[in-house]
């Protein structure tokens, strides 16, 4: 069980473009889901906290325009990456937690290239 | 804020070697403590986790104690084998209030065990 998947896997876009990547928990409802960023030989950076209903929250120093993120549903939440740049390369991993429990379960991840 | 060390890696170790990864944080309150285990090309998986000080998370023959006095968790395993090899992250959960449920990681520990 707890099972949370991601689409795409993975992505090559042009700079200037918009790419969007979703977030999936497949068995469980899932009110809140976190957005991370994960550079090569790095740690987990929290981007943004993903409340179903309601506006993220997001971490210092990450632009809310630049990264939308949308909570649509109790199972879904996407993050879109606008005007996607060199610089935003990057493997985006979200998770997501049951109410009931304090445990965040990963989605596989995401590797986006901005050429 | 919170914020979690771990001990640098790369560790490097033989088949049936005994294996400790430093964890030590700062927070406040009584945060929830997890490691994490990322295989490679696959998205972070929890491996165990401890709720409260002086629980032992314990999984896949891999054993972490939350100890309060020293602010630690590591993670030790009697006998690594060569499917242990992964990047291992120690991460803690806020205690409450706006911190509820936000990890904060590690910089992660690569381990590679040999034959």
């Known amino acids: 069980g707890a099972v949370v998947s991601q689409h795409p896997s993975w992505v090559i876009c042009k700079s200037g473009t918009s790419v969007k990547i979703e977030c999936r928990s497949l068995?469980?409802?899932?009110?809140?889901m976190f957005w991370y960023r994960q550079f090569p030989k790095q740690s987990l950076m929290l981007m943004a906290t993903?409340?179903?209903?309601?506006?993220?929250?997001?971490e210092q120093g990450v632009e809310k325009d630049k990264f939308l993120i949308n909570h649509a549903s109790l199972t879904l939440s996407t993050l879109t990456v606008t005007s996607a740049h060199p610089e935003d390369s990057s493997f985006y991993i979200c998770?997501?937690?049951?109410?009931?429990?304090?445990?965040?379960?990963f989605g596989p991840g995401t590797r986006l290239t901005v050429l | 804020g919170d914020s979690v060390t771990q001990m640098e890696g790369p560790v490097t170790l033989s088949e049936e070697a005994f294996l400790t990864i430093n964890c030590t944080y700062t927070?406040?309150?009584?945060?929830?403590l997890f490691w994490y285990v990322q295989y490679p090309g696959e998205g972070l998986q929890l491996l165990l986790k401890?709720?409260?000080?002086?629980d032992k998370g314990s999984n896949k023959g891999f054993e972490a104690t939350y100890r309060k006095e020293t602010t630690s968790f590591h993670l030790e395993k009697g006998s690594v084998q060569v499917s242990d090899s992964a990047v291992y992250f120690c991460?803690?959960?806020?205690?409450?209030?706006?911190?509820?449920?936000?990890?904060?990681f590690g910089q992660g520990t690569i381990l590679t065990v040999h034959p």
């Open positions: 998770s997501a937690h049951p109410r009931t429990s304090d445990t965040q379960y």
């Open positions: 068995d469980f409802q899932a009110t809140t």
């Open positions: 993903s409340n179903e209903g309601s506006k993220a929250t997001y």
């Open positions: 927070a406040t309150g009584y945060p929830s």
């Open positions: 401890a709720t409260k000080a002086d």
């Open positions: 991460a803690l959960s806020g205690a409450g209030g706006t911190s509820y449920g936000k990890l904060t």
